[in-house]
């Protein structure tokens, strides 16, 4: 038999309630215990992040207040646009006292901890609760981190304070997610479970329950959709879990890696919404190389015209821009070609964005989107000078309603691990503080 009939279903569901076992019985099939948490806030966060800062008059917005789709966002930011009624850009947020240093390493180490030094980062903080209990409680990708100047370059930290190097190969990440056997026995068990307890509970005596009852009811009945759904999805993963696009790999050819380097990140992305899809971990964080670092080529098709237009005529289809060149040399005047970079990064973001949007969140709600935060930050503020006010850090998605979004937020030199320590909040953790925070951001909620 199937658990999805009508009256008996109806008469499971009151008992089950009634004898309070949904929430104990549920959290032996899902992650996170998330069952009873689909509405009350994010459900899943990615963390992004792109080397040695902006030029930041390209970047930021001109005025403060709302945004939409129809706001004119600035020539670093303008790929986004599709996306602002679902973002929060801020001014005047600092990372000096809060990690922020002249720096690379110091600074890339830093920040997303908190300003600690050897102390583990944001994204691995917030996994111990949206990931607990997922297959991968977070996992981390990126694009050319393994070319760095050293682990000391890199801004995640594990919970020994550790560098974290992302995998950069596509195929590698595919293999960590879908390559256990996803779909196997384990889930056929479940489900057979599930049938079981069904068929025997719905033949327990119709109790009637009061209206405020009745609505928890419907709450179980929610999360059992999701139970059900999710171990289907788990018996055929191959077919509807796994990323449908043929997955490029590294190369040991360097020169070949950055003639796809888009391709890998695109790659990158569609493991991540694969995963979230799938419910196989709520926490993944991206990075484009490392601070200082000299892994990428980037006159790329897609901003090559714009790489020409903003050296003069000069760049040339032959010419080739390592980062590191354009970010710590040419951005040390706030160079036209490191602002067409800082679109690139957030080029990249938008195909994610558009990823996410386009599959809808199984627990429901809207996409995918709809119910995560996006958290993309640099370790600088301004590049030409290493600067630590006013960085240029922005959260995208619905947050599941528990943010505020679609504006530009002035948080008035508030510190950013005050501000990660608010967005901790919107997170359902009820942390005293996060790193050297002091105080929480306002304006950040609904």
């Known amino acids: 038999m199937s658990v999805k009939y009508s009256s008996e279903r109806r008469e499971f569901l009151k008992n089950i309630c009634k004898a309070g076992m949904l929430i104990p019985f549920a959290s032996q099939f899902l992650p996170g215990g998330r069952v009873m ?5 994010v459900r899943r966060l990615i963390t992004i992040y792109y080397p040695n800062g902006a030029v930041l008059n390209r970047w930021h917005p001109k005025t403060i207040g709302r945004l939409s789709t129809r706001s004119n966002l600035n020539y670093a930011l303008e790929p986004l646009q599709k996306f602002a009624d679902r973002m929060i850009t801020f001014r005047n947020l600092s990372t000096k006292g809060h990690g922020g240093s002249s720096s690379h390493p110091e600074a890339a180490g830093r920040v997303l901890s908190g300003g600690g030094s050897g102390v583990e980062s944001y994204d691995v903080a917030i996994a111990r609760q949206l990931g607990a209990s997922s297959k991968l409680k977070y996992f981390h990708t990126g694009l050319f981190t393994r070319y760095n100047n050293g682990k000391d370059y890199l801004p995640f930290r594990d919970e020994n304070g550790q560098s974290i190097l992302p995998e950069d190969d596509p195929q590698k990440v595919l293999g960590l997610l879908f390559g256990s056997g996803a779909g196997g026995s384990n889930s056929k068990k479940d489900l057979q479970i599930l049938e079981v307890i069904g068929d025997d509970l719905a033949k327990l005596r119709r109790i009637d ?4 009852v009745n609505k928890k009811i419907d709450a179980h009945e929610q999360a059992l959709n999701y139970l059900e759904g999710l171990i289907s999805n788990n018996l055929s993963a191959s077919s509807s879990c796994r990323p449908l696009t043929v997955m490029p790999s590294m190369s040991e050819n360097r ?7 888009e391709a890998l990140v695109d790659a990158q ?9 799938c419910d196989l971990s709520a926490v993944a964080s991206f990075q484009f190389m490392a601070a200082q670092d000299e892994s990428l080529y980037i006159n790329f098709d897609s901003i090559k015209t714009e790489l020409d237009a903003a050296d003069g005529g000069g760049f040339g289809s032959n010419k080739k821009w390592w980062n590191q060149n354009l970010s710590h040399s040419s951005s040390h005047e706030a ?8 679109r690139w990064y957030n080029m990249m973001v938008a195909k994610l964005c558009e990823k996410m949007d386009a599959v ?5 709600g809207g996409s995918l989107l709809d119910t995560s935060t996006i958290l993309v930050f640099s370790e600088n503020g301004q590049s030409a000078n290493h600067g630590m006010e006013d960085v240029a850090w922005y959260l995208m998605g619905g947050s599941n309603g528990a943010f505020d979004m679609g504006k530009v937020l002035d948080v008035r030199a508030k510190g950013s691990s005050d501000f990660l320590w608010e967005l901790g909040r919107g997170m359902g953790l009820n942390w005293s503080r996060f790193g050297n925070s002091s105080s929480g951001i306002p304006g950040l909620y609904s």
């Open 269 to 277: 992305f569609e493991n991540i919404v694969a995963a979230f899809k």
């Open 37 to 41: 948490a689909q509405g009350q806030g």
């Open 255 to 261: 020169r070949e890696n950055n003639e796809k380097a």
């Open 209 to 212: 329950l009061n209206s405020s």
């Open 335 to 342: 160079s036209g070609v490191f602002a067409v970079q800082n």
């Open 360 to 364: 809808a969140d199984p627990l429901g």
